[in-house]
Nanobody
Framework: QVQLAESGGRLVQAGGSLRLSCVLS????????LAWFRQAPGKEREFVAG????????DVAFSVKDRFFISRDNIRNTVTLEMNNLNAEDTASYYC?????????????????WGLGTQVTVSS
């Protein structure tokens, strides 16, 4: 059974940076596309960034473009979200998700595996 475990969330000041990590276990890491989603209180869950397993394609939401970067380490079975120039609108619970679809997707319904989330709070 695939399991995902996020870490790295904390309170950070506006303008600061943060790195979130997610470790995948129970599956062959290189066969899964990985993504980060986030959900703020009272809002729907939204796609943040993703990377496919088959060609390394990356997609990043417009709202975080040029501030957030996704990468994966196939040795450590880890996907990382580097977040820079954080602002209050980035405050949310951040979730790591995995899928073995053979196409790029930003739809949360396409990801069957999810972590429990890590909280990021940006103070202004």
């Amino acid at each position: 059974q695939v399991q995902l475990a996020e870490s790295g969330g904390r309170l950070v000041q506006a303008g600061g940076s943060l790195r979130l990590s997610c470790v995948l276990s129970g599956g062959t890491f290189t066969r899964y596309s990985l993504a980060w989603f986030r959900q703020a209180p009272g809002k729907e869950r939204e796609f943040v960034a993703g990377m496919t397993w088959f060609n390394g394609r990356t997609d990043v939401a417009f709202s975080v473009k040029d501030r957030f970067f996704i990468s994966r380490d196939n040795i450590r079975n880890t996907v990382t979200l580097e977040m820079n120039n954080l602002n209050a609108e980035d405050t949310a619970s951040y979730y790591c998700a995995a899928t073995n679809l053979n196409s790029a997707t930003t739809m949360d319904s396409d990801f069957p595996y999810w972590g429990l989330g890590t909280q990021v709070t940006v103070s202004s």
